[in-house]
């Protein structure tokens, strides 16, 4: 029978209640269906529609029935329980209604309680491999998503209890460390005492390319700088980390300002396991000789092999990567790996996955990897993002610019006069940042997005800047009624959560929809969704703010005659669940804007 100390989300608790009935009305039928919400209010909230393909199941066995019969014996099964107040079949489809009560103590553990992760069933290591910027190279808007993408999905399992590995796979380890190595030998020779003042690190990697390709002798240098590299040799080793530093207090300095962490395991750090996986798969007669190279063929035909070992006897991206799949199952034990990487490198974890699986590294039935890919970012003009020069975006300049911009939208609505120098400071950066979070995650992620400040500091729609300022708004209200904390607080152990109107109905259901969508994103890690409920949230509770008074005034003097204490505690409810969605977003809320 269903356990409601097991309660996840309203779905998953209806679908545990159908699905026995279901089994009790058919033993031998294995249909799996989960509930779904209504698409229609008067289909109820929501349905269970597994009668269809029952029916169909029966007939095949040569059983005449219908999906209206086959709905109508499952009703008949179904136990009652608190969750739901009633049932109607329509022809095939099980409409079911949500019980008051139920809602109205859910909503309310919200306001004594916070807002709690559902019942974890079992606690997971995840491992999200994010941001992973080059060294020496510009960090990109590319990198910009996959850093606000994967910083939200950590967040997400974090805040369910899961363990959480936030990886930064930083490209260290690469050829182009040879060329960056001689020059800096030849620049700075004394950069083993004395520290090397690189400001400009693209600059300089600019200048050393260009000696590369045209000059032989350096080229030699610089290969033999690899080799000694790799071999390490102490001073090549100074001058690797050197290079490192600098790019290494570029990335933090956005990621300080994002107000994002990142632990940092660039691919140097498995210069031994790319050793120890070779053998392992040389052993396991896994690599092929082509062209002088050692190749990998996945599991799938036609695939393009991975290169294991180069001609030169080199390691390369692909050696990287399955050395750094395979510490993470044996030695770090996860449970789920993710990456979170641009559309143009899922061929790279397609074939990933597959040679993993064929040489036994990983267990798909273990052990879940998934690729998060995502689009490219795009100019205003629908062409791949530049400056007005041509040149690519420097992610500072970017950010900077995110700041003036949100500092011209703040004073446009007059804000510079009402807040006092630090709140604006704060309204600021909630914004710049918020909006440019906001306006990544709120889009498909494998879609291609424009990105325009103009469209992300809009105040309509559902952007950044609307859900700050409708924060703002709910909290407010009580502020303005002059009700405390402590007062609402106290309320909260009489009062029980308004559902008479429409709208205070509607807005309670919406926020119990929290745990479903969370599910969802848990599956199939698209954060839009995240974003799509809170908008649904800020509509529901525009509607109920319209149409029910939480303070009512008199019409003359505009003197409070009455504070609606039970919609008050609806609002914070509303205030609460809101807040969860900002901090999985990475959102900072403003308490004035
Ligand atoms: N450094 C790579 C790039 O900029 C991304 C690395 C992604 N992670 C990985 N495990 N391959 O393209």
Sequence with gaps: SFDPESFTSIQTALTQVCTIALREAYPDISVEQTVQPSGKPEYGDYQFNAAMQVAKELKNRGINTNPAEVAKAIVRKLKATRIIEKVATVGGFINIWLAQPFCQNLVMEIVTEGVKPPKLLKRQRVLVDFSSPNVAKQMHVGHLRSTIIGDSIARLFEFLGHEVLRINHVGDWGTQFGMLIAHLQDKFPNYVNELPPIEDLQMFYKESKTRFDSDEEFKKRAYDCVVRLQGHEKDYIKGWQLICDVSRKEFQKIYDQLGISLVERGESFYQSRMESVVKFLRENEHLEMDDGRLIMFGLEKGQIPFTIVKSDGGFTYDTSDMAALRQRIEEEKC?????????????????????????????????????????????????????????????????????????????SKGRDEVLTPEEFEKAKKAVAFGCIKYADLCNNRMNDYVFSFDKMLDDKGNTAVYMLYMMTRIKSIAANSNVTPAQLAEAAKTEKIPVKHPKEWKLVKTLLRFNDELSKIVDDLCLHHLCEYLYDIATAFSEFYNACYCIERDAKDGQIVKVNMDRLLLCEATARVMEKCFWIIGLTPVSKM
């Excluded at 699986?357 to 100019?379: A, H, M, Q």
């Excluded at 975006?393 to 911009?405: N, S």
């Design 335 to 411: 449970d789920r790996i993710i990456y979170v990487v641009d559309n143009g490198q899922s061929g790279h974890f397609r074939v990933l996955f597959s040679c993993a699986e064929k040489c036994n590294i990983l267990d798909p039935s273990k052990v879940r990897t998934d690729f998060v890919g995502f689009g490219v970012v795009l100019g205003e003009d629908k062409k791949k993002f530049k400056t007005r020069s041509g040149d690519t975006v420097k992610l500072q300049d970017l950010l900077d610019e995110g700041l003036k911009r949100a500092e011209n939208t703040l004073n």
